[in-house]
């Protein structure tokens, strides 16, 4: 079993900057692909980053160069960097976890996620 727990939501301007954490424990290799998704009101959870055991990372495009995902292994952490936020990206924000079966698998899906934490809310106002 897997527990993971959000936290460093909050409100701020646009233009502006929060980190996320998501502090993780059980089963180490089913959290060897970790995730971050928001769901906004009305729309579907959408697959912000993900990074997998070796480091490797992958961004969606909307995100892509403001947003920075990173994880401690000695503290059992990933974390949600996200610089010059904008109004759309106001939503939940869940940290996810899968096992990662190798190159390419640690996908931005929700459907590939088998453990999820309950989500923090950022809200950014312009």
């Known amino acids: 079993q897997v527990q993971l727990v959000e936290s460093g939501g909050g409100s701020v301007q646009s233009g502006g900057s929060l980190r996320l954490s998501c502090a993780s424990s059980?089963?180490?290799?089913?959290?060897?692909?970790m995730g971050w998704f928001r769901q906004a009101p009305g729309n579907e959870r959408e697959g912000v980053a993900t990074?997998?055991?070796?480091?490797?990372?992958n961004y969606a495009g909307s995100v892509k160069g403001r947003f920075t995902i990173s994880q401690d292994n000695a503290k059992n952490t990933v974390y949600l960097q996200m610089n010059s936020l904008k109004p759309e990206d106001t939503a939940m924000y869940y940290c996810?976890?899968?096992?990662?079966?190798?190159?390419?698998?640690?996908?931005?899906?929700?459907?590939?996620?088998?453990?999820w934490g309950n989500g923090t809310l950022v809200t950014i106002s312009s």
């Open positions: 990074i997998d055991r070796d480091g490797a990372t």
């Open positions: 059980g089963d180490t290799y089913s959290r060897s692909c």
């Open positions: 996810a976890a899968s096992r990662f079966n190798g190159h390419g698998t640690c996908i931005r899906r929700a459907y590939n996620m088998n453990y």
